[in-house]
């Protein structure tokens, strides 16, 4: 099955870098000053690997440093915040395709209509992917 969402292919390209425009940076040589703008530029998850290397632990549930009077955790959402509010892909039919259609249909309504109609889900690709993957990675995009 072919199925050409091309716009979402370049969209989708064109935006999966998306990063804020200011990067931070730590002012002295201390760990804490280094996972505060890795958190701030990379996120919380690379901020913990870091951490790890040099034996420090930083909890996902409660405080653990400071980054200018402001939690780590705090500081890496607002960077997640930004990425997410920035990234805006437009999904639309490049052609009228029965299985073009029925992604479509997925993307709008969920996948219940669409499983009405085919039995096996796994068996209906979009954009290359499986329709439930597909759903879940766009679900949301302007259609």
């Known amino acids: 099955m072919k199925l050409q969402l091309l716009a979402l292919f370049a969209a989708t390209a ?4 998306t990063t804020s425009a200011a990067q931070y940076f730590n002012a002295d040589q201390k760990i804490e000053s280094k996972l505060c703008s890795i958190s701030a530029n990379q ?8 951490a790890a290397q040099h034996g420090v632990y930083l909890s996902r549930q409660s405080k653990s440093i400071l980054c200018n009077g402001e939690d780590i955790r705090h500081i890496a959402k607002k960077r997640d915040d930004k990425i997410h509010q920035q990234k805006v892909i437009e999904v639309f039919a490049k052609n009228s395709q029965t299985e073009t259609q029925l992604c479509m249909t997925a993307l709008q309504q969920g996948l219940a209509p669409v499983k009405a109609k085919i039995t096996d889900l796994n ?3 979009c954009n290359g992917e499986v329709v439930t993957e597909f759903v879940k990675r766009y679900k949301g995009t302007t259609i």
Not at 14 to 17: L, Y
């Open 14 to 17: 064109a935006f999966s870098n």
């Open 43 to 50: 996120g919380f998850t690379a901020a913990r690997k870091v």
């Open 123 to 125: 068996s209906l690709q």
